[in-house]
């Protein structure tokens, strides 16, 4: 499957986006699908992930409660609402796509064998 993340841009902190990951090559029905970021000289990290049945959703501490992951199967694309979004936001972030992720290793970016190119969110103070 190759995926095509979009929707980064420049914002304030408080405000809102919306990315967006399109999927081609097979559906993402049955599919873990996850959102990874990577600021500046730090490592990838985890951000949020809906399992493969697409019932269960997880999210980082850092981003729960304010950042949202969801699909849409008919458009076979996946969204991450970023809200009240943060200067330790800023970051490139990527998303991916894996048919054999079991639910314990939604957070593990090794688990998954699909990745967008990155989409750079910058938010300033």
């Known amino acids: 499957v190759q995926l095509q993340a979009s929707g980064g841009g420049v914002v304030q902190a408080g405000e809102s986006l919306r990315l967006s990951c399109e999927a081609s090559?097979?559906?993402?029905?049955?599919?873990?699908v996850a959102w990874f970021r990577q600021a500046p000289g730090k490592e990838r990290e985890f951000v949020a992930a809906?399992?493969?049945?697409?019932?269960?959703?997880y999210y980082s501490k850092s981003v729960k409660g304010r950042f949202t992951i969801s699909r849409d199967n008919a458009k076979n694309t996946v969204y991450l609402q970023l809200n009240s979004l943060k200067p330790e936001d800023t970051a490139v972030y990527f998303c991916?796509?894996?048919?054999?992720?079991?639910?314990?290793?939604?957070?593990?970016?090794?688990?998954?064998?699909?990745w967008g190119q990155g989409t750079l969110v910058t938010v300033s103070a």
């Open positions: 991916a796509a894996g048919a054999s992720v079991i639910t314990s290793s939604l957070s593990n970016e090794d688990a998954y064998a699909n």
């Open positions: 090559g097979r559906t993402l029905r049955g599919v873990a």
């Open positions: 809906s399992a493969r049945t697409g019932s269960g959703t």
